[in-house]
């Protein structure tokens, strides 16, 4: 082996080589060894190339260890071997430190671990040695050598040999080969021996002197990546002055690329910069890899609902009946399917509990295949049962699969074959059995990481390291600081700071060698440090700023100022869009013409055709009685009222025509929920009161209350039948609360209604209104109705806050906010009994007011002061009548107009057709019309 003149760069002693096929050239990674490969297609003057004469350095110990005909060991054998060892370890425990035998049984989460540092045991004995006596008997290094023989006799067992125990036997390499930058191969001086013995190796390495580097300060990160991304953009174009460049004559590489990495991909596609990836994810986190992660995850959750969502409704995968899933989950949904639960020691499966028919059949089938993935048996059994789960269930059309999802799901399923293959060889050489066949398998999913090959043309995005050596036009390394730039080499980390001390294996930072290496990876080449990082001021690496010099940033905000001018009126359009910019100024530019075209005298929002108008007031037609016979007529109720007079074109979308965002979980412990369970409990009790005394007597109330339990144990009963079994479990732990508030509301009754008679109790009415669009009928469900000597008494009551006196009374103009309690004045006054008051009663209370506390609406309160006084009554009504009128003939007119603008604060602010209506985050070009 013969060391290089440290002067010489690579294209001198790369491209004189090129014809002399003997000669191969080896670099510190695959990526570097394409690089050069392309680039000594375009720049070497040879039509072309071998391609296996560019190799990266692991790919060169592959081929150059091979002894006695043996094959080296690989990654799935090795965990085979890690997952066996630690099994037989939890069965009668040997380790003592590695893993305390405390842990031993929970063995699963440590076997990657050891799978990786299996090849780095080879050098052990010898340094134990060397430490001194006793160093081998230290717990951790005794349990590591004990892993180590275990190691060398299956080894032994399976006809296989670890390259990094064997390194001086490295077999004679034909022809001669280049190794280039060996102080940036970390394990390089494990084979330095071995190479010294071939006369055919020859080292090309870093200079001794450092380069001059280029660094940049920009005042923050996403600065730096607009900055960055912006000029790529001018080398793309070819911008006037300046050279055009293909995406591969740039590189990017990032150090701290996952941190980096959703920023850089959403800041290319602002600007329009094509991108590779060329750092791959985890194969778990993949379309495919997700797949199993679902799987996983269901499984591992006893099946509950948002598990069961991901895996079902994933847009992913495609499903061979998509919607037997979507029924399913909707199923679930309604029933409140939210997850099993423990029962007298025994799991109850709420789908199981919840399920009827063909979808309870339907689930059963897809429980089983997935019970059948998740408790394989070993890694033959795995394999047999996900590909009777994808022949099932997913679609074997290839049309119907995203190419991404559709390769990297086979790549899982390679790895899944290579797990196979390795247990069978294990299984039949050496005897080797494994268990937990699923999570081995997804730990070696979330360990392998997989880099696309077929992401299509666009500048390479790499993480730090995985580039140095590469030789593009121009080269940008971004995120600089002192943490990212450290390579940090510590010798046998598995022994812990004690022994590595008595060893005096030093902690070495290989930073500087990639760094000189990365100053010199292209013709042109800057690195840059933002001011302040994601988290916080940062600091530039030490040794990058010592051998930089310093260029000037440009400020923050400058790669939108064009933009932003122009948007703003003070400046020209910009002279190129990016294609985000021009797909936004087309959509707006077409709703101001939607704008324009309208009557110059129509507000926003939406105003139908008499055709789609007449189509969507039938929305509201219902017959005369549920059941009955008649002509179906429009039906309205106080919250329609109450919807159309907040925002008549979020009532349009959200109430008539139920295009809400559709849900994603289950949300059901909520106000409106334990509102039901109010109600229901309150209807159970208050019947009780009615057939054994008639009125509400104080001198009961303690009766009243020894009702409440089961009364409440009723409801709940009621609503588990309505909302599924699961909500029976979760009302439980309510109960205590429920008692309490109810229990209050008691007290507070006997003091405001003592001795009322007990009417209607959640009583449905009904009243034709003639007039308003040909015909309305007004319906509501009023909680109770009591009697007094003057009249009828309407409760309403509400879990939490009361309206207050401004939602009641109607305004100065005559209108109303909230149209409930007048309109349940009409519906109880429509049987010609005499009204005496009307009620707001606060279950829970809220805020100043106490559980049980009312209000009264209408009416003459000896307590408080009425919002609305008997006298006030017609002009109360007559602003309901008025109210409805609007609101019945906006609808079949299809006026549907957007909330006032000075009501938009506080109408827009929660509102679910937001995402629809855009209102308060249109774009606006101009004034209206221009």
């Not at 930089?548 to 400046?571: K, V």
């Not at 409106?672 to 109600?679: E, S």
Request: proline letters at 7%; charged letters at 25%; a negative charge.
């Amino acid at each position: 082996m013969r060391p290089s003149a440290p002067s010489l760069g690579i294209e001198e002693l790369l491209f004189p080589a090129l014809g002399d096929r003997s000669v191969r050239f080896v670099f510190p990674s695959e990526i570097c060894a394409e690089s050069w490969l392309e680039r000594a297609l375009r720049l070497g003057g040879r039509g072309s190339l071998e391609a296996d004469r560019f190799l990266g350095w692991d790919r060169l110990k592959e081929e150059a260890a091979r002894i006695d005909g043996r094959p080296p060991v690989d990654d799935p054998l090795r965990r085979i071997f890690a997952a066996g060892v630690l099994a037989e370890n939890a069965r009668d425990p040997f380790l003592a430190a590695l893993i305390p035998p405390e842990y031993a049984s929970s063995w699963q989460p440590f076997a990657g671990y050891v799978a990786s540092r299996l090849p780095a045991l080879g050098r052990l004995p010898y340094v134990l040695r060397e430490a001194g006596p006793g160093a081998d008997a230290e717990p951790r290094a005794a349990d590591w050598l004990q892993v180590r023989a275990r190691y060398e006799a299956f080894l032994k067992a399976v006809g296989r040999f670890e390259p990094a125990f064997e390194p001086r036997a490295l077999r004679e390499l034909g022809g001669s080969t280049l190794i280039f930058f060996p102080e940036l191969i970390e394990d390089f001086e494990e084979y330095r021996a071995a190479l010294s013995l071939c006369p055919s190796v020859r080292l090309v390495g870093l200079p001794a002197e450092a380069p001059v580097a280029r660094l940049r300060r920009p005042e923050t990160a996403l600065a730096e990546l607009r900055e960055t991304l912006s000029e790529i953009g001018r080398l793309l174009d070819g911008a006037p002055g300046g050279p055009r460049l293909e995406a591969a004559d740039i590189a990017i590489t990032v150090a701290g690329l996952e941190r980096y990495r959703p920023y850089v991909e959403r800041e290319a596609e602002l600007l329009s910069i094509p991108i590779a990836m060329r750092s791959g994810l985890g194969l778990d986190a993949t379309a495919g890899g997700r797949l199993f992660a679902a799987l996983r995850d269901v499984a591992a959750s006893g099946f509950s609902y948002d598990a069961m969502r991901d895996l079902l409704l994933s847009p992913a995968w495609p499903w061979k009946d998509p919607d037997a899933g979507r029924n399913i989950m909707a199923a679930g949904r309604r029933l409140h399917a939210v997850a099993s639960w423990t029962k007298d020691g025994r799991e109850v499966d709420v789908w199981e509990r919840s399920l009827s028919g063909s979808l309870l059949s339907a689930y059963k089938r897809l429980k089983s295949r997935i019970s059948a993935i998740s408790g394989a048996r070993d890694f033959a059994s795995l394999l047999k049962s996900y590909n009777a789960f994808r022949g099932e269930y997913l679609s074997p059309n290839p049309e119907d699969w995203d190419m991404s999802a559709d390769l990297t799901l086979a790549r899982c399923v390679v790895e899944l074959e290579s797990l196979a293959w390795a247990e069978a060889e294990a299984r039949d050489k050496a005897g080797l059995a494994t268990s937990d066949a699923f999570g081995l398998f997804m730990r070696a999913l979330e360990a392998k990481p997989y880099v696309s090959s077929g992401g299509g043309a666009g500048v390479p995005v790499c993480d730090w390291r995985v580039a140095a050596g590469v030789y593009p036009e121009r080269h940008f390394i971004l995120g600089a600081t002192q943490d990212a730039l450290a390579v940090p080499l510590r010798g046998f980390d598995f022994l812990g700071e004690a022994l590595r001390k008595r060893l005096g294996s030093p902690d070495r930072d290989s930073a500087p060698d990639f760094i000189k290496a990365y100053a010199l990876s292209g013709a042109s080449v800057s690195f840059s440090c933002p001011v302040a990082g994601w988290d916080g001021e940062v600091a530039a690496h030490g040794f990058l700023v010592s051998m930089s010099r310093e260029d000037r940033a440009e400020p923050a905000d400058a790669l939108y100022r064009d933009e932003a001018a122009w948007l703003s009126g003070r400046g020209p359009a910009p002279v190129r869009l990016h294609r985000p910019q021009a797909a936004g100024l087309a959509a707006s530019m077409e709703a101001a013409a939607s704008m324009a075209a309208r009557p110059p005298d129509s507000d926003k929002g939406a105003f139908l055709a008499a055709p789609t108008a007449a189509a969507v007031a039938g929305l509201l037609r219902r017959r005369p009685r549920d059941g009955a016979e008649g002509e179906a007529r429009p039906s309205i109720d106080s919250t329609a009222i109450d919807y159309y007079l907040a925002c008549p074109y979020a009532y349009l979308y959200l109430r008539l025509l139920d295009a809400g965002p559709e849900p994603s979980g289950i949300e059901f412990v909520d106000a409106f929920f334990l509102g039901d369970v109010y109600h229901e409990t309150l209807a159970l009790l208050f019947e009780r009161i009615r057939e054994e005394d008639g009125s509400y007597r104080p001198e009961r109330v303690e009766a009243y209350r020894g009702l409440l339990g089961p009364c409440l144990t009723r409801a709940f009963e009621a609503l588990a039948t309505k909302r599924g079994p699961f909500v029976a479990i979760v009302l439980e732990a309510y109960r205590g609360r429920l008692e309490a508030c109810l229990s209050r509301f008691l007290d507070a009754e006997a003091e405001r209604f003592p001795g009322l008679e007990i009417g209607p109790i959640e009583a449905s009415f009904s009243l034709e209104y003639p007039g308003p669009a040909g015909g309305v009928t007004l319906r509501g469900r009023i909680d109770r109705i009591s009697r007094s000597e003057r009249g009828l008494v309407v409760v309403d009551y509400k879990k939490g806050r009361i309206p207050d006196r401004a939602e009641v009374v109607p305004g100065d103009s005559g209108s109303i906010a909230e149209a409930q309690i007048p309109c349940y004045l009409r519906l109880a006054g429509s049987g010609g009994e005499a009204i005496d008051s009307a009620w707001y009663v606060s279950i829970e209370g809220h805020e100043r007011r106490a559980p049980g506390e009312g209000a009264c609406a209408f009416g003459d309160a000896a307590k408080d002061k009425a919002y609305v006084p008997r006298e006030g009554l017609e002009p109360f009504l007559a602003a309901f009548d008025a109210a409805l009128e609007r609101t019945v003939e906006g609808i079949a007119a299809g006026a549907f107009p957007l909330a006032p603008k000075e009501a938009q604060r506080l109408t827009c602010r929660e509102c679910g057709a937001r995402g629809i209506c855009r209102e308060r985050y249109a774009f606006r070009s101009g004034e209206a019309g221009s």
